[in-house]
């Protein structure tokens, strides 16, 4: 059986909406979307290990992903009360990190090098130790996509996952990068 059999079979067992596997290739890369964390959209710029400029530039991120030979997109949606809820989508989003480690680990027991890439921003400890000092849980920090400038809103319709999961639910995504 080969690691993405295994793999598979252990991802049936987690709540993930829908995932796909793809090779690094195929991600779209975007310099606008990298631009956006730059104008500080999410307001997570400069604040963070997970996101830029600590993550490094588009190039090296890149570069990164291309050491890989395959990645896994995924996806989990939540009901929240409306598009206002705040609380409800800050709540979606732990739930989907949460999430994201149990990803993690499986990957990483086939690969302990595996990339996790996530939502903005890192939610882990309460005030992050940037740029004062180390992160203070390296394996567990995971880079948000559109800080290593990936576009996964026009990745998924050729991946068959949707971006939108209908009125009042939040779509979360993260990535994996792993070798095989
Ligand atoms: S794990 Fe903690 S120190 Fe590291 S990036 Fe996340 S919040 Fe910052």
């Known amino acids: 059986m ?9 991802l049936a067992q987690l709540p993930i909406l829908e995932y796909a596997f793809l090779k690094p290739g195929e991600i779209i890369f975007s310099k606008e979307v990298r631009d956006l964390c730059e ?14 400029p600590a993550v490094g530039s588009v190039e090296s991120c890149m ?11 995924f996806t989990t949606a ?5 598009s206002f809820d ?3 989508w800050m709540q979606a989003r732990l739930e989907h990190e949460a999430l994201t480690d149990q ?12 990339l996790i890439l996530s939502t903005e921003g890192c939610t882990v400890c309460k005030k992050c130790t940037y740029p004062d000092a180390p992160c203070r849980f390296p394996d567990r920090m995971y ?4 800080g290593y400038g990936i576009m996964v809103m026009q990745m998924a ?3 068959n996952i949707r971006y939108n999961n209908g009125a009042n639910t939040v779509t979360y995504f993260s990535m994996v990068l792993f070798n095989e």
């Open 2 to 10: 080969n690691k993405q059999t295994e793999i598979k079979k252990e």
């Open 63 to 73: 570069e990164k992903c291309y050491g890989y030979d395959q990645a896994m997109l």
């Open 78 to 82: 939540t009901a929240v009360a409306s």
């Open 39 to 52: 104008g500080n959209s999410c307001g997570m710029y400069h604040k963070s290990w997970a996101c830029p």
């Open 143 to 146: 880079p948000a996509t559109e």
């Open 157 to 159: 319709p050729a991946l």
């Open 86 to 88: 705040m609380k409800g």
């Open 103 to 114: 990803v993690a680990a499986v990957f990483r027991r086939y690969d302990k090098d595996a």
